[in-house]
Structures are given as structure tokens and as C-alpha cells.
T-cell receptor, first 111, second 115 residues
Framework: GQQLNQSPQSMFIQEGEDVSMNCTSSSIFNTWLWYKQDPGEGPVLLIALYKAGELTSNGRLTAQFGITRKDSFLNISASIPSDVGIYFCAGPIQGAQKLVFGQGTRLTINP | SAVISQKPSRDICQRGTSLTIQCQVD?????MFWYRQQPGQSLTLIAT?????????ESGFVIDKFPISRPNLTFSTLTVSNMSPEDSSIYLC????????????FGPGTRLTVT
């Protein structure tokens, strides 16, 4: 079935640094979604990408839909403490509105 | 996006018992899903909750263990039956909404611990 491989699994950075994480698949996805999950909360949708090559920003977050439709990346610029959490990529299984999720990237920020 | 609430937010249950989790949405939605998130893991889809008909379960999940109700377009329940410690997880409901047909929005989750 369609699977998403997310890397890195965890990141430990200093406040103010930029962050980059990516998501790859052996299958084509027509949509890429990026979520953030805070401890004790449900995932919150950050960015949705619908077109190959699309680059979309949401504040300090920027995400790109890979041209091959098999990958996507998420960048966070000038990280702040509230960026701590787990970031998930997700995409719809072809022919359905069901989502498959990557394994997540756990971001830790040292002040 | 829709506002989604879940009850209870957390519970500690004894093995062999059952727990019913409620998901309430503030607007009518067509598609509603239930996910499980085991400790330190990603989200896994349990089933699609269908209004007025039986839920559609993913491989590895069965109705006897996870019965689901969806009586209307704003409400669904998931029951975790005959619980064991392996059922300790966060259970999340989600709905499709927003501008894009694939965008899903999640409730806050129910953290279940089985002792």
C-alpha cells in the first residue's frame, strides 16, 4: 500500500535556527498535508499542497510539493519555543479520502 | 474549519471493560473517521464512520472490537471493547472540511490507559 517515509525522526536545535524535514513515497500523491501535534492535543493542519511544484507559506512555515509528486518538504525559519512538537506529513490514499501518515518528526528546541 | 470535541478527554480503565468515546462536530460533515495513535507512534486509521450505515473498517480492525455509531452528520461514537493494555492509545476522530476535499481536521483526542 501507499506509505510515507518521513525524516528525520527527531531534531534537536537551538532557538532561532531554521528547520527542514521531508517526506517521501514510492507512490504518487495528489495532495500533501503537513500537520503539527502538540502534547495532549490532536494534529493541527498547517499547510495543504495540491499541485506539483507548488510552494506555499504559512508565516514562518514553507512547504513544497515535489515535482515528481513523490515527495514534499517543510521548512521552519527562525524557530521559536512554541514550534516544539511532532510534525506529520500525510496524503490521501488514491481513490479514497482516507489519509496515510508519515512516522512524524519530533522537534525539540533548546533555548 | 469545523470545531470538534471529544469526550472523555482521558480515562483509565480496567482490562476486560469497554469504553465509549464520543465525537461531536459543530457543523454537518459528510466524512468522519476514527484513528488510533499508539504511544510514540503515528496515526493509524481504524475506520470510516458512515452515517446511517455500518462503518468501513481498515485491515486489522474489526467491528466486534471497535463498534462505531454515526446516527447523524454531527456525531459519532467509537467503543473500545473488552480492553487490554495493548489498547492504551490516543483515539482521535477527524472530519473532512475546508477548501480542499482531502483536508482533515482532528478532535483533541481521547487518551486511554488500560490497566
Amino acid at each position: 500500500g501507499q506509505q510515507l517515509n518521513q525524516s528525520p525522526q527527531s531534531m534537536f536545535i537551538q532557538e532561532g535556527e531554521d528547520v527542514s524535514m521531508n517526506c517521501t513515497s514510492s507512490s504518487i500523491f495528489n495532495t500533501w498535508l503537513w500537520y503539527k501535534q502538540d502534547p495532549g492535543e490532536g494534529p493541527v493542519l498547517l499547510i495543504a499542497l495540491y499541485k506539483a511544484g507548488e510552494l506555499t507559506s504559512n508565516g514562518r512555515l514553507t512547504a513544497q510539493f515535489g515535482i515528481t509528486r513523490k515527495d514534499s518538504f517543510l521548512n521552519i525559519s527562525a524557530s521559536i519555543p512554541s514550534d516544539v512538537g511532532i510534525y506529520f506529513c500525510a496524503g490521501p490514499i488514491q481513490g479514497a479520502q482516507k489519509l496515510v501518515f508519515g512516522q512524524g518528526t519530533r522537534l525539540t528546541i533548546n533555548p | 474549519s469545523a470545531v470538534i470535541s471529544q469526550k472523555p478527554s482521558r480515562d483509565i480503565c480496567q482490562r476486560g471493560t469497554s469504553l465509549t468515546i464520543q465525537c461531536q462536530v459543530d457543523s454537518q460533515v459528510t466524512m468522519m473517521f476514527w484513528y488510533r495513535q499508539q504511544p510514540g507512534q503515528s496515526l493509524t486509521l481504524i475506520a470510516t464512520a458512515n452515517q446511517g450505515s455500518e462503518a468501513t473498517y481498515e485491515s486489522g480492525f474489526v467491528i466486534d472490537k471497535f463498534p462505531i455509531s454515526r446516527p447523524n452528520l454531527t456525531f459519532s461514537t467509537l467503543t473500545v471493547s473488552n480492553m487490554s493494555p495493548e489498547d492504551s492509545s490516543i483515539y482521535l476522530c477527524s472530519v473532512v472540511g475546508g477548501a480542499g476535499v482531502d483536508e482533515q481536521y482532528f478532535g483533541p483526542g481521547t487518551r486511554l490507559t488500560v490497566t
